[in-house]
Each structure stands twice: as C-alpha cells, then as structure tokens.
C-alpha cells in the first residue's frame, strides 16, 4: 500500500529504538527525496514532553512505520503509536526492517521488505511506499551534506565500509538496545569528535558492546577501525597501517610518521570511527586522539575516563537480558532454571555464555549448580565463548596478577575482602588502625589516608570492585572465584588479613546507639566470614558483639544460630576453659533466652558460672556477670525465689569489689528489682528501682539504653502501687527517649509503649490506648514476629482495648488467635496465656456465650490454681468472675 504525498504533512518514522539505524537511513532517504520527515533523535530536544511531542506528531503527519520484532514489544512506545494511528483510522505505511510476524490486526497491511536488498533497491522499495510506483527513482539534487569519504550520507543498515578491520560480529548477542541508543545518541549529538568509553568490570561485554554498536550503524561511517590497544606500545603499529590502507602515508613508513599523517587526515574527514578496545590508561590516548567530525569509542575497565570521554558504564545484564542469552547460545532449560543460574553468576554475560556452552555440552542445570557451589572458578575456567579472549576465572586471575604486581598492598585488600560478604566494606574506618597481625603490604597500603586513596584507586582502574563513600565492594562472583583461586598460604594470610581488618574497623560499644549505623554496615562481614579464621580475643569479641546487635533488635534466631556456630567452632580449638569460649557461651545462653529455650540457656550458664569460679574466683567481675546472667535464666523458668537468691548474693559481692555505681552493679540491681515485683514485694522493688534509676542517670547518662529499661520498669512497678499517673508519667518520658535514642521500631521502645497503653487505658483514655497499642502491635508483627512473647502481650492487651470501646467482636476474634499463639508458644499453663484465656471469657460473656465463657473460665481457674496457687489475685479474679456468671444465669433478666 501506499498513499500520495500531501505537501505541508510530515512524515513521523515510528520505530523501535533498536532500529534507530534503519530510522536514520530511512529518514535521510525521505528528506533526500524532498520529502518533510520528523525523527524523534532529529527534533526532539531535551527537556521536551516524549508523549505530547508524540502525540503532535501523530496528529499533523502521515505514519511511516518500521516494523520489526522489538517494534511489537508490548513494553515500547512504538506500541501506543500504531495503536493510537488504528483507533483514529488514520493509514499506516509499513516497512519491514526485518524478518517479522505483525500482530492480527496489523497484517492485512502490506509492508515490503527493506532488509536483504542492495541499498539501491531498498530506496526505490521505500520511496514507492510512501509516494507510489510513479515516484521518480532519478537521484535528486545533493543536499550539500555529509560528503566525505565518498559518502552522500547514512548508508543502508548492514552495508559496511569500504575501510573496515573490525572483529565480526557476534551471532548470539542479545539484549544491550539502550545502552546502543544512548551511546549513538551520545555519539551524534556532538558537533565537535565524540569520544565514548565504555567502561565496566572483566566479563560485562564491553567489547562486544563495541562490535555490536559498530556493525549496528556502520552504514553511517565510510571507515571504521579497530585498534587492540591493551598494550599501548602496539597502538602506534595499528594506526599506522590504517594510514596506508586509505593513503594517507605510504607502506613502510615510521610509524610515528604514519599516526602524525593519519591524525592530520581524519581531522579534515567526517564518518569515521576509531575504536580502542581494552585500553587502561586514559593518559596513553590522548597521543591518538585526532579531532575533527568523527568518533572514537574505547573500551576499558577503568572508570577514570571523564577528562577525556564521555563515560557510560557498562553494567551487567538485565534478568530478563540474561535468560535470553542464555537461550540464544543453545542452553536448554526452563525459565526457573534459568533465573536461578543467572542469579548465580551475577547476570555476568561472560559467564552465562560459558554456563550455557557448558550446558549445550550435556550438563544439566542441577549439576552445574552444584559444580557452582563446589568450586565457582574451577566451573568458569572451562571453555572460552566466542567474542572474549579468555575465560572468566583466567581474566579474573590475571587482572589480580597485574594488580599484585602493581599494588601489593591493593591485591592483599582485595584478598581479605574474598573471604568476607559480597557488601560494601568500610575500608576507611582501618586505615591507621589495623593490628600487628596485618600483613606489611596491607599495613602499608593503609598506613595513611593517602596511602589508602592510592589503593582503592588501583582497585578500581581495574574495576575489580565498587568504591563509594569510603567503603569498598567487590562483585559477588569475581569474589567468589577470586576466593577459589586462593592458594593455600594465600588464603592463611588473608585469613590474618581479614580478622586484622574487622578488628580495625569494629565500631565500639555496641550497646550505644551511636555507633549501631557503623555495626550495621559491618554486620554482614561478621556474620559471613569463617569463624576458623578468627585467631584473637579481640576478633572473636567483634564477631561476637555483631549476634548481640542482632539480639537487642530482636533478630534472636539468627543470632542463636550464629552463635551456635561460633561455639561448636571454638570450643574445640580452645578448650571448654579458654575465655573465648566462655564469653562465647556467655552469648549464646542470652540467644536461648530470647529464642525461649530456657532450660539450654540455664545449663550452659550453670556450666560456665562453675568454670569461671575456679579458674578466676567467686568475686571476679567476669564470674559475678555471669552469676547475674544465670539469675535471669531461673526467673524465665519460673525459679524466681532462687534467682532472687542469687541476684542478692551477686549485688552484695558487685557493690564490695565494683562500688554501687558501677554498670554491672546497677545492671544486677535493676534486675533483682524485677524479682522482688515478681515475688509480690513492690514496695521494695520500687524503692530499688528508684535508687538504681538515679544512679543510672548520673553515671550512664539520661538517654542510656540500660537507664531507659530501668525507667520503663520502674514505671511497671509505680503502676502495680497504683500510682498510675506517675507511671503515665515516667512511662511517658521514657517512650520519648527511647524513640529518639532507639527508634520507633526497637524492641524495648515497643514493649514500654505497649505498658504504656496500659495506663492510658487505666486512667480512662481508652481510645488514646487503643490507638498507641494498635500501633505497637504492628511494629511488633513486623519487628519480633507474630509469636514473639511480647507481640501476644501487647496483643492480648489490645483485645481489651477493643472491647471497652464495645468492638467485642473484634476483641474476640483477636484474643482467640492470641489464646492459640500463647498456648502452642508459651504453653497452657504460662501466666500470660492464663491472662489472655480470662479476658477472652469476658469478651464470650458479654457477647452473650455464657456457656462458652463458663468453659473456658473454669479452666482457666484450674490451671491458675495449681500455677499461681489459690490466693494469687489472677486467682481470686477469675473466682469472681464465675461467681457473676453463676448469679446471671439464676436470676437472668427480665427484661423488664
């Protein structure tokens, strides 16, 4: 089909922007044969509107569509174009660009082809598209530009160079289209010569990249050469014989004569395009670079190209670029397969070109990953694919060859960082802090600022890693095969290496919360490195103190089990008596506790509270810790006359050897002031906590963590007197320090506002308490989880709140899931769970199921009785209850 030209009307060339050569050789074509063409990369400017621009297009000019299969992509802007044309009834007139099905509605249309044909015939076959066969096919008049080079402008796409040395292409590239629009973007939107570098790590495809760009458009360039300019003594050779090959300097001339000639030939040439492939050193090409109207493109894993290119970094694929890659080499396997394996390998193209040889060679996709596991650089030294000159795990190894040749110490920080976490690592915080135990070319590489500068600078010419705001990040699956490639006394230095640099970069006392930004940029590395490689008492105490910052935000499992691996590896390399192995198991009793296994965490401080008073004696202040510690143990198993017990003998010894105001002290008394509440004698913990509360605020300061928990229970207890308003009070404050020194979301600053709305709900704000409990219940679920202990606490309490506000229902339905969570968690008998089944009684009462409430209360008695005994005020509590139940049910209502 075909319409007839209208004068005025411009044609918009719709098309995909992997076509954009075809868009710009079709669009020369059409204004070459006097016709007005509109082309998105032609008049749209920055800074204008892509969809009004767009849309104006569509509706003043006539359609010339280029179809190929990325123009039907359902996620480009080609697709509301022709769409758009359809729904106005507008004609389009089609093109095809390459071989492609056109969607139903689409297909009545004829589209010629333009691709396959001489670039004489593929104009005649566009022009008799958009004007009819009866279009003079005589060349026009030149438009007087672009004649250089014996060219008359865009060449058709495909057609190559009459000066050409360039690699040939690769059959299976795949993906890349917007780093290709926007390096020719970049490319022909400078006046003056455009040089682009493509940078980016080992293995990314930046070469090919290059060859893909180059083959791409090289219909716009009437020469194009391709320089491998690794080494930069082979350069001046390579431009020398391109100056012979156009006549610019006679065979055998000196080279240096030869690039002199040839740089002064291109700087009065235009269409041209030099490419430097593997180039390091941006200060090397600034010799060759000649000015003028064409393009130089280099590739090169440094970053620093910016005084002399315009950089554009070359990342990994896109997970979807990846499985397409890995099915355009041949690789049969299915999309979850897929994901899984490009997962593995980091969507690294050179990798997944060799998983996908690998798994065209027979192996399936189970076995390579299993291989993977075993040993990633032995997997990825097999095999070279097409387009890279050498396998990954041999480019890996010999960029950290030249790198340890060039650096010592930048190849010995690379090193200790394999065997840590694929994080950033804050590499600055060492500096002039490592410990004796640091190799000298570590020590030396950052000894000073400066010195540690100049390492992550030769770091990252090679772009063997990330540098940003001080911290250093190697790529996960360089990491993984420069880790494999270690030998043995490499991997025994790097080992010292790696503890030398998080003993230097450990952040300081984890329980203030200053320094919890830094811990939690170097908790990574402390949960994934090798608990054999940690050699010293100050390694073991940082790896240690990183399950403690997971335990006071309420991560118990994953420290617990941290700490269980800590343990099982130390204890036999140190002996049950080292201190290593105490203060390890020290740790992980406190993880059993959080993680509600009591009886572990009570057996291994028994053990430990026994060693530590014969080997350091019964005063010792490590023995008096721990002493302190077990005491908690025996509350949280229901001994609470023995932990009282314990906690006095402790506090007595604590204030004879460390003085009343010392934290270990005021740590104790805090807690023996809990035991007294808990053993019904509040006055006197009150009259504790009040003591140690103030002597907290004048040693640890207002806002200390440990002044705030003793804070929040004294509250608890103010409360339990019935001094409530004072309790709102202090509850009050406390809540808003602790938001501010804690956060919102930390486990001690939820559990106070859970009391808190308690009180509020006591002194008659039952709406305010509904609101601050519904919240920290949330922070709860998310922070704890649903079965934490403290969760169901805040949300038993919460049911209440809804029911005083008459939402019994949702009361109901609230305290039973919480009923069945404290029962399968706690256990049927656990004071909470007791509280819980009381309330959700009332709430079954007052809905109006006395049977299902009786049941339930009657039970809950039995269990109160044998656990709290028959006095306790729970007890006497749900007495009453069932009391009332009797008495309705004899003399029911009326009604009158």
């Known amino acids: 089909m075909g319409g007839v030209e209208v004068p005025g009307r411009a044609w918009f060339v719709s098309h995909a922007g992997a076509d954009r050569a075809w868009a710009e050789w079709a669009a020369w074509q059409l204004v070459d044969a006097g016709f007005q063409v509109e082309l998105d990369y032609w008049d749209w400017g920055a800074g204008d509107n892509f969809v009004l621009k767009m849309n104006a297009a569509l509706e003043a000019g006539r359609f010339l569509a280029l179809f190929s299969p990325a123009y039907f992509e359902p996620e480009r802007f080609t697709t509301p174009e022709w769409t758009a044309v359809v729904a106005m009834r507008e004609k389009i007139t089609p093109v095809c660009v390459a071989e492609v099905v056109s969607p139903p509605i689409l297909r009545p249309l004829l589209a010629p082809k333009l691709f396959d044909l001489g670039e004489e015939a593929a104009r005649r076959v566009l022009l008799e598209a958009v004007s009819g066969p009866r279009r003079p096919t005589a060349a026009p008049a030149f438009p007087g530009a672009l004649r250089q080079l014996g060219g008359s402008g865009p ?62 458009f090289a219909g716009e360039y009437e020469l194009a050469w391709w320089i491998a300019a690794e080494d930069p003594a082979l350069i001046p050779d390579q431009l020398a014989q391109l100056a012979t090959r156009i006549g610019a300097a006679p065979a055998g001339a000196p ?95 050179l990798a997944l070109a060799q998983a996908a040889a690998l798994l065209t060679d027979g192996l399936s996709a189970a076995d390579l990953s ?93 772009s063997l890693a990330r540098v940003q705001d001080g911290t250093l990040q190697l790529h996960r699956l360089t990491q993984r095969v420069l880790r494999d490639q270690l030998t043995p006394d490499q991997r025994r230095q790097a080992g010292r290496d790696t503890e030398a640099l998080l003993t230097a970069a450990a952040p300081g006392d984890v329980g203030h919360p200053s320094t919890w930004p830094a811990w939690r940029t170097l908790l990574p590395h402390l949960l994934a490195v090798d608990p054999a490689l940690i050699t010293s008492e100050a390694g073991r105490d940082v790896v240690r103190n990183a399950c403690w910052y997971l335990l006071d935000r309420g991560q118990a499992r994953t420290a617990r089990d941290r700490l269980q691996q800590l343990y099982d590896t130390w204890s036999p390399q140190l002996g049950p008596d080292h201190e290593g192995t105490l203060w390890t198991a ?23 509270l026994q060693r530590r008073r014969r080997l350091l004696g019964e005063d010792h202040r490590h023995t008096l810790m721990t002493a302190s510690n077990l005491a ?29 105001d010392h934290p270990d002290t005021l740590m104790t008394a805090s807690n023996l002031a809990n035991r007294l509440a808990a053993l019904g004698q509040t006055e006197e913990a009150r009259t504790l906590g009040e003591d140690t509360l103030t002597r907290r605020r004048r040693v640890l300061g207002e806002d200390h963590p440990d002044t705030l928990i003793t804070a929040s229970n004294l509250a608890i207890q103010l409360a339990e007197l019935g001094q409530t308003e004072e309790a709102r009070a202090l509850g009050e404050d406390t809540l808003t320090r602790q938001r ?62 809804l029911a005083a506000l008459g939402q019994t229902e949702e009361a109901r339905t609230l305290g039973e899931d919480t009923l069945t969570r404290q029962r399968r968690v706690l256990g049927e008998d656990h004071p909470n769970t007791l509280t819980t089944a009381y309330n959700l009684a009332i709430q079954l009462a007052e809905l109006g199921q006395t049977e299902e409430a009786r049941t339930l209360a009657e039970d809950t008695l039995t269990r109160q009785r044998r656990v709290l005994g028959e006095d306790h005020p729970n007890t006497l509590t749900t007495v009453r209850f069932l009391e009332q139940l009797g008495a309705a049910r004899e003399d029911p209502d009326t009604g009158e």
């Open 155 to 216: 060449r058709l796409p495909g057609s190559l160079p009459r000066v050409w040395n360039l690699p040939a292409r690769n059959a299976s590239f795949t993906g890349r289209d917007t780093l290709l629009v926007q390096l020719r973007q970049t490319l022909a939107a400078n006046s003056r010569v455009a040089v682009q570098a493509l940078h980016g790590r080992g293995g990314v495809g930046k070469t090919q990249l290059a060859v893909e760009y180059a083959h791409r």
């Open 255 to 349: 080279s240096a004569d030869a690039v002199e000639v040839l740089l002064g030939e291109l700087r009065t040439r235009s269409r041209w395009l030099l490419v430097f492939d593997n180039i390091e050193d941006p200060a090397v090409l600034t010799a060759y670079l000649p000015g003028g109207g064409g393009h130089v493109l280099i590739t090169s894993r440094s970053p620093d190209w910016r005084a002399h290119a315009s950089p554009l970094n070359v990342d990994v694929f896109t997970r979807v670029e990846s499985i397409a890659l890995l099915h355009a080499h041949g690789a049969v396997l299915d999309d979850t397969d897929a994901d899984e394996l490009a997962r593995a390998l980091d969507d690294l193209p």
């Open 370 to 462: 299993a291989e993977l596991a075993r040993s990633t650089a032995e997997v990825l030294a097999e095999g070279c694919p097409v387009g890279y000159p050498v396998s990954l795990a041999a480019q890996v190894r010999l960029t950290t060859s030249r790198l340890e040749s060039d650096h010592p110490g930048a190849a010995a920080l690379m090193f200790a960082l394999s065997l840590l976490a694929p994080e950033p690592f804050p590499v600055t915080t060492c500096v002039g802090h490592l410990p004796d135990t640091a190799s000298a070319p570590l020590a030396d590489a950052l000894a000073t600022r400066l010195a540690g500068s100049t390492a992550l600078r030769a770091i990252t010419r090679h």
């Open 586 to 608: 020290y740790y992980l009793a406190c993880a059993y506790t959080d993680t509600r296994d009591h009886a572990r965490a009570r057996a291994l401080d028994a053990d430990t």
């Open 632 to 660: 908690i143990r025996l509350a949280a198993l229901g001994e609470t006359e023995k932990a009282r017990a314990l906690d006095e003998d402790t506090l007595t010894r604590q204030r004879r050897v460390l003085g009343e």
């Open 740 to 801: 501010r020194v804690l956060g919102e979301d930390h486990p001690n600053t939820l559990a106070t506002a859970s009391n808190l709305a308690n009180w509020l709900a006591e002194l008659g704000q039952t709406e305010e308490a509904r609101t601050l409990g519904d919240d920290a219940l949330t922070r709860q679920r998310w922070v704890l989880g649903e079965d934490h202990p403290d969760t169901l606490t805040t949300a038993s309490n919460l049911a209440n709140r």
